[in-house]
């Protein structure tokens, strides 16, 4: 059983493929996970959402729990400090998103879910000597699962 869910920006993208009108249950699990302080975010996340989201409801959806998507804690930014320094890492931060002022979440996902003992969810998939979340989430020893594992944890099937 997992207690809390640190969700990335690319699995609320796929769960916006689960409109509210068609998987209602979903959404109703989803919203008892934020009402319980089980599914949480960052900052970060929500920016990116706000930037750049191909989905109305999500970005609606965001808006309405805005209180979930948390600014780092002195020691979440310890962790992100020690994540990103080491030259692997580094990469989680694109050069391009930097120049161009864009938020960036991934060290902040990881590095709250280190904190608080999460289990990122993320749609990114483990590469040997990759610079992902799932290679920073294993180094760690930090749980993290896709949006797949996510609904069958929380016993959702269709």
Request: some cysteine; charged content about 30%.
């Amino acid at each position: 059983m997992v207690a809390l869910y640190i969700v990335d920006t690319n699995s609320f993208y796929t769960l916006g493929h689960y409109y509210p009108s068609r998987f209602p249950t979903i959404w109703r699990k989803v919203d008892d996970l934020v009402r319980e302080g089980k599914l949480r975010s960052v900052k970060e996340v929500r920016r990116e959402i706000e930037s750049n989201c191909p989905f109305d409801h999500i970005t609606e959806w965001v808006r309405t729990n805005r209180k979930i998507f948390k600014a780092p804690s002195i020691e979440e930014m310890t962790v992100v400090s020690d994540i990103l320094s080491k030259k692997q890492y580094r990469r989680l931060v694109k050069r391009s998103n930097i120049l161009r002022g864009l938020p960036v979440a991934d060290p902040f996902i990881i590095a709250a879910a280190k904190v608080y003992h999460g289990c990122v969810v993320t749609q990114e998939i483990y590469k040997p000597d990759g610079a992902r979340i799932p290679n920073a989430c294993d180094e760690l020893r930090i749980q993290c699962i896709n949006v797949e594992q996510f609904l069958e944890y929380e016993g959702l099937v269709y």
